[in-house]
């Protein structure tokens, strides 16, 4: 009731992609905490809601680790772009993906698509990391920092319990 309420005065939303996978030290939903978390804070002042963020995205590399799944690229494209078309159905206008793993990008050319085939909405893709002022601080630290680095490694990402090595 909230959100029919909600899109007689505006049509944005945000949409959250992850994965679940290894990350060492770190939880199996670290890019899908990294993803909700920026999404929640930067759309929270503006009163634009977030969806429950998208767990499972494409880690064929990781498919080894016990706990990491996978889905085929066409398999997540797919998903994505059902849920931009079912998004879109229901009245938002003004759509954000915000994604939290880097074996997700394709989802980018897909987004860019769907939108081009939707000239009535608007959609962005927006990988957290990939922004001048975060690479910024991130090179300024560690020219190299990637996954299950210092770059995930955040009191909300950490697993209770479990000590780094020194």
Known sequence: MQLEEYLQRDDR?????GSTEQHAYLSLATDNILAERVSVDAAEPLGVPVLPVLPYGITPRFAAYPGSPTLRVETFLTVVTDLLDSLSGQGFRRILLVNG???NTPARAAVAQWG???PEARVRYHDWWNSPRVMEVVRSVDPVGSHASWMENFPWTRLPGVEFPA
């Open 116 to 118: 081009a085939k939707h």
């Open 13 to 17: 939303i945000v949409l959250p992609l």
């Open 101 to 103: 793993h880097g074996g």
